[in-house]
C-alpha cells in the first residue's frame, strides 16, 4: 500500500514510525512492533502529575489532554505505536448524559 492509497489530508505529516502500520498490513518489518497501552503511563512520574487533581472524565473529554497522556509513553521509550488515552467507561456517560440514546 502506497502513502497515495491513504485517505489523508494533503498536509498530513510523513509518518516517522509507520511499523506497527506496516505489521499489521502483514508486510515484513525489521522488528517486532511494540506498543503501550495507556495504562502503562500510570507508573510515569510526568503522568502522576499531569492528572493530579484532574477529574477524570474531564480528561477524557479533552483532546489536548488525551494527547498528551499517550504520548508520554512514547517520548520515554521506543514503542512503534500506543493506545490513545481514553476509557471504556465514556460511552456509559454519555449516554446518560443524553447526547446519545
Known amino acids: 500500500m502506497s502513502q497515495d492509497d491513504l485517505i489523508l489530508p494533503k498536509d498530513f505529516p510523513q509518518l516517522k514510525n509507520d511499523t ?3 505489521a499489521a498490513r502483514g508486510e515484513e518489518t525489521e522488528h517486532v512492533p511494540v506498543w503501550c497501552m ?3 503511563g500510570r507508573y510515569l512520574p510526568e503522568f ?3 492528572r493530579a487533581g484532574k477529574d477524570f472524565f474531564d480528561t477524557c473529554r479533552s ?3 488525551c494527547c498528551e497522556l499517550t504520548l508520554q509513553p512514547l517520548r520515554r521509550f521506543p514503542f512503534d505505536a500506543a493506545i490513545i ?3 471504556i467507561l465514556v460511552i456509559p456517560q454519555v449516554r446518560l448524559s443524553g ?3
Open 20 to 22: 506497527f502500520l506496516r
Open 38 to 40: 495507556r495504562q502503562a
Open 48 to 50: 502522576r502529575e499531569f
Open 63 to 65: 483532546p489536548e489532554a
Open 85 to 87: 488515552f481514553s476509557d
Open 99 to 101: 447526547l446519545i440514546n
